[in-house]
Nanobody, 124 residues
Framework: QVQLVESGGGSVQAGDSLRLSCAAS????????MGWFRQAPGKERMFVAA????????YYADWVKGRFTISRDNAKHTVTLQMNSLKPEDTAVYYC?????????????????WGQGTQVTVSS
């Protein structure tokens, strides 16, 4: 089992940037595919981005449109989501998740381990 802790959320203005981090612990954390999801109030949790265990493959939701970048540092056991040109509709709780099958999945059920989430609020 992998333990995940997110950080870096906050309140920003539209057009600003935020960098979310996810610290992973566990003996095999470096071999897991990792993903970021978000959940806005009253809405389902949705896929944002994913990265394979080596960092050689990245996957993004279509609506990201080049604004977000996922990366990982296996030496530090961290996964980062760089978010640029933020919009009010990006307001949500952002969750880091780990996928032991490293499938690059876009579905919640494909991820067995989840962090507690970090709030991102973007005002216009």
């Amino acid at each position: 089992q992998v333990q995940l802790v997110e950080s870096g959320g906050g309140s920003v203005q539209a057009g600003d940037s935020l960098r979310l981090s996810c610290a992973a612990s566990g003996r095999t954390a470096s071999y897991y595919g990792m993903g970021w999801f978000r959940q806005a109030p009253g809405k389902e949790r949705m896929f944002v981005a994913a990265i394979n265990w080596s960092g050689s493959r990245e996957y993004y939701a279509d609506w990201v449109k080049g604004r977000f970048t996922i990366s990982r540092d296996n030496a530090k056991h961290t996964v980062t989501l760089q978010m640029n040109s933020l919009k009010p509709e990006d307001t949500a709780v952002y969750y880091c998740a780990a996928d032991s099958l490293d499938s690059g999945g876009r579905n919640v059920y494909e991820y067995a381990s989840w962090g507690q989430g970090t709030q991102v609020t973007v005002s216009s």
